[in-house]
């Protein structure tokens, strides 16, 4: 078994052009013809376990490889990988390693090769060179142009790729970094088999991707869950904003958003180890003002929307103001694309993905943490709980920016208690989530209608509608108290381990 470690950028054509003028090759360029065939059973059994198998031509070679795919990956991925000759011109399960392959995917491949079939299909011309990433560190670079097809249908395929040979994967993630910013590049999310697979579903496009939340052994230590966890938040941050800047779903702003919160958690649930990490922070704070304005937006049209439908007669003065708000959700919609289509944003994803794998934390002097994840855990849900319970301490639950800070700290908690709670019984931990989950839908109802007065604050302010978010904040308010004191009342799960 090997492990391939790559990182892959969408190509526009003219960057493909310009690749080879921004790259000074460490050998001399090839170019080959390159087709595949994906296999898979009618019941998708192996895309279901995260697993990919191909036969591949590629001039007079015959090659079927077989790939399992890693923890949920920002643009750079590290997989398992299988690749063997294929001198009979046909794919031969039995030459691969039947133990070691269970072992790694659960998949007894041989078991289930009487089912395979192909499923689909990628064919690109490649150019490939190798690359010295640095002084000890080797990759091979290729753009690939091509398509690939299922059911009829083809798509493009114009990327590039940089798999690492040797050396360090900073030293990949440096490289990239740099001819990320020289031709202006966009990292892609999704795999030759991601893309068709889903051509095979009869999807066009890549729908909004939602929390991928890692499986972490028992025994991970909380470097390697914070490693886990914050990159594959990232994953869901970089694959949604591709979808934003590029699709019309507003699925892929809010995913986007709850990706960027979630590292943004990771890294405070974790600041015992990880530190500050004032550089990511930075970054994020740069981000974030438009993209939430946008996500304001989204949510007060939305309920301006079903006011309108659900008033009698909807009228001249409301069916203007819902002109006039979707007109500013536009406006603050390409605004948020142009956020995430900019260098800047692919800047950040790549710095963060480096300063994830370079873990300057490991090298910090005066840093002690736990051995285990649940001892971790603990102190640190413990910390985020008690902050939640001293902000409310004598708070006047009709203060609208006591509430929203007190949301916040809420959110901390409870991506806290998702990153956290494998480690603890189940059964002690779900009366808990419970109550906090429901305290968190309240607290963000009442966040909705405080945006919703300051959006309406500058589009012109209709007093039915003011005086349907008053009925709608009391409504809240009369359930947000004992809601809080239901939560009080649970015990911290924490405290009872598994």
Known sequence: MQVEREIKFSLSPQAAQR??????????????????????????RLRRAGVALRFRREGTRRLQTLKADGAPHAGYASRAEWELAAPGGKLETGAFPRTEIM????????????????????????????????ATARAELCVDVGYVGARGQKERISELEIELKSGDP??????????????GLELAFESKAERGYRLASAQRTAPPRKWP????????????????????????????????????????????????????????????????????????????????EARDWDVFCEWLSQHARSAEA?????????????????????????????????????????????APWRRRRGTKVDA???????????????KALEHARDIDWRDAAARHALRIRVKRLRYGCDFFA????????????????????????????????????????????????RQREASLLRGLEPAWAAFERRRAFWKARR
Not at 372 to 386: K, P, Q, S
Not at 436 to 462: C, M, S
């Open 19 to 44: 690749v080879a003028r921004h790259v000074r090759p460490a050998g001399p360029w090839r170019r080959r013809t390159v087709s595949s065939a994906y296999y898979d059973t009618p019941g998708e």
């Open 103 to 134: 072992a790694a995917t659960g998949l007894d491949l041989q078991r289930i090769a009487p089912k395979l079939q192909p499923v689909f299909e990628t064919r690109f011309t490649r150019r490939s060179a190798p690359v010295a990433l640095d």
């Open 170 to 183: 900073r030293a990949l993630l440096r490289y990239a970094e740099r001819l990320a910013a020289a031709l």
């Open 213 to 292: 939340r890692p499986v972490l052994a028992e025994s991970a230590t909380p470097a390697a869950a914070f490693a886990a966890l914050a990159g594959a938040a990232l994953a869901q941050a970089g694959a949604n904003a591709r979808g934003l800047a590029h699709g019309r779903d507003t699925e892929y702003l809010h995913q986007l958003r709850v990706g960027l919160r979630r590292l943004r958690s990771a890294m405070r649930a974790f600041r015992a180890l990880v530190g500050s990490g004032k550089p990511v922070l930075r970054r994020l704070r740069n981000l974030t003002p438009r993209l939430g």
């Open 314 to 358: 909807g009228g001249t003065e409301l069916r203007a103001l819902l002109a006039r708000a979707r007109a500013r959700r536009a406006a603050a919609r390409r605004k948020a694309r142009q956020a995430v289509a900019s260098p800047e944003f692919q800047g950040f994803l790549l710095r963060t993905l480096r300063w994830l794998h370079g």
């Open 372 to 386: 285990t994840l649940a001892a971790f855990g603990a102190r640190a849900l413990e910390r985020l709980h008690r």
């Open 422 to 469: 494998g480690c603890f019984a189940r059964a002690s931990a779900g009366p808990y989530l419970k109550s906090l989950e429901a305290l968190q839908d309240i607290l963000g109802e009442l966040n909705d209608v405080a945006v919703a007065r300051r959006l309406l604050a500058q589009l012109g302010d209709p007093a039915a509608l003011h005086a349907a978010l």
